[in-house]
């Protein structure tokens, strides 16, 4: 079956760098998208990755391998406000016209003073 | 400003008293889509809908009814709601089905169903 891995909690420090690694099993592959939430509010859209490589957007960087089925989300200089749910999530291959995403269980990142 | 726009965001409501939960974005996005998301087990698709009177049945779809009249609008119906429909329901949109375009997530409906 199709399925998506996280780390369920991370903890890290005020100006630190973390990684959140996201690992997909999929019968095939059309894209991964990384999303914050925080607590009791709407996901938003970090990232797009579809070819292999780093995309770099400011403070978040988002790394694909489609060879190995896995993403990793990158996050520099790291504040307090990062604290949140990161969510992995990948189109359904076997949606037609590419319809669905498949969503991890997201990775609640703790960032302490 | 570009939106979704949900109401109502809280809702506390008894078992059986039908309700909706409208849904509204001024972006012309083609595809519309419910989530519910429940501790321990993510965001789940109900249904969703490719343009104008195509809606299709999500991961989660008994329960629930939705109606595509306008691009504009994909309400979510529950005609008779049941305590396990308690949950964190979030309206997503995009501009494209496939591609790098991101779904835009409205804030969110809390619904309690006694």
């Known amino acids: 079956g199709q399925n998506i891995d996280q780390p369920t909690e991370m903890t890290a420090t005020e100006g630190a760098i973390v990684q959140i690694n996201c690992t997909y099993q999929?019968?095939?592959?059309?894209?991964l998208f990384w999303y914050q939430q925080h607590a009791g509010e709407a996901p938003t859209f970090l990232s797009y990755?579809?070819l292999d490589g780093l995309e770099e957007k400011g403070r978040f960087s988002s790394f694909l391998s489609r060879s190995k089925g896995y993403s990793y989300l990158l996050l520099k200089e790291l504040q307090m406000k990062d604290s949140a749910s990161y969510l992995c999530?990948?189109?359904?291959?076997?949606?037609?016209?590419?319809?669905?995403?498949?969503w991890g269980l997201g990775t609640s990142l703790a960032v302490n003073p | 400003e570009a939106q979704v726009t949900q109401n109502p965001r809280y809702l506390i409501t008894v078992t059986g008293k039908k309700l909706t939960v409208t849904c509204s974005q001024n972006?012309?996005?083609?595809?519309m889509s419910w989530y519910r998301q429940d501790p321990g087990l993510g965001l789940r698709q109900i249904y969703y809908?490719?343009?104008?009177?195509?809606?299709d049945k999500g991961d989660v779809p008994e329960g629930y009814k939705v109606s595509r009249k306008e691009k504009r609008n994909f309400p979510l119906i529950l005609e008779s709601p049941s305590p396990n429909q308690t949950s964190l329901y979030f309206c997503?949109?995009?501009?494209?089905?496939?591609?790098?375009?991101?779904?835009?997530f409205g804030d969110g409906t809390r619904l309690s169903i006694l």
């Open positions: 997503a949109s995009s501009s494209q089905v496939g591609g790098s375009q991101p779904q835009h």
């Open positions: 972006m012309n996005h083609e595809y």
């Open positions: 809908s490719m343009n104008v009177e195509v809606t």
């Open positions: 999929t019968s095939g592959f059309n894209g």
């Open positions: 990755n579809v």
């Open positions: 999530a990948v189109r359904d291959p076997n949606a037609g016209n590419n319809r669905k995403l498949i």
